[in-house]
T-cell receptor, first 111, second 116 residues
Framework: GEDVEQSLFLSVREGDSSVINCTYT??????LYWYKQEPGAGLQLLTY?????DMKQDQRLTVLLNKKDKHLSLRIADTQTGDSAIYFC???????????FGKGTKLTVNP | DAGVTQSPTHLIKTRGQQVTLRCSPK?????VSWYQQALGQGPQFIFQ???????QRGNFPDRFSGHQFPNYSSELNVNALLLGDSALYLC???????????????FGQGTRLTVV
């Protein structure tokens, strides 16, 4: 089955860009998502990309997809302390199909 | 729009007991999925309900069961609780079918279950 891997920790300074990386194994995954989880909270959908796209930009967020290498990244421009959270990459074979999550990357933004 | 709502928010149960968790999907959504998130881990898919039937199931034992009601709300039941069932249980709602509108799953705040 699908396996999704992420680095566990990332620390950046306020104002810098953050890049969170993710790899997945199943080439039939057609939808790739980024979710944000703040302490004690549920998951907030940040953005998603279809597998036939290379890039998607949404305000401060840029998602890059390398389908050949099955590599996904999330870039957060001008990172703020409020961006400190755990970020999950998830893959799905269809819009309403189950999501397979990575273990999450804990982003710490230092003032 | 209240989004996805789950109840209760926190729950403490004793080993061997049974528990029922509840979820109301986002308005307009007809599909409910349940996930278990252990501490420090990503969410793991338990099962999904659509048209009151279990549509997909992850690698969870039969102690985990569910139900979907005609109004699309759902329950997750866990029997014979084990210490290892302690986790955050997340409900996600989505719209079945294909197309742009069906790509997003929205999550509730979760129910924190502690088994002692």
């Amino acid at each position: 089955g699908e396996d999704v891997e992420q680095s566990l920790f990332l620390s950046v300074r306020e104002g810098d860009s953050s890049v969170i990386n993710c790899t997945y194994t199943d080439s039939s995954s057609t939808y790739l998502y980024w979710y944000k989880q703040e302490p004690g909270a549920g998951l907030q959908l940040l953005t998603y990309i279809f597998s036939n796209m290379d890039m998607k930009q949404d305000q401060r967020l840029t998602v890059l997809l390398n389908k050949k290498d099955k590599h996904l990244s999330l870039r957060i421009a001008d990172t703020q302390t409020g961006d400190s959270a755990i970020y999950f990459c998830a893959a799905s074979q269809g819009g309403s199909e189950k999501l397979v999550f990575g273990k999450g990357t804990k982003l710490t933004v230092n003032p | 729009d209240a989004g996805v709502t789950q109840s209760p928010t926190h729950l403490i149960k004793t080993r061997g007991q049974q528990v029922t968790l509840r979820c109301s999907p986002k308005s307009g959504h007809d599909t409910v999925s349940w996930y278990q998130q252990a501490l420090g881990q990503g969410p793991q898919f338990i099962f999904q309900y659509y048209e009151e039937e279990e549509r997909q199931r992850g690698n969870f034992p039969d102690r985990f069961s569910g139900h979907q009601f005609p109004n699309y709300s759902s329950e997750l039941n866990v029997n014979a609780l084990l210490l290892g069932d302690s986790a955050l249980y997340l409900c996600a709602s989505s719209l079945a079918g294909t197309g742009v509108l069906n790509t997003e799953a929205f999550f509730g705040q979760g129910t924190r279950l502690t088994v002692v």
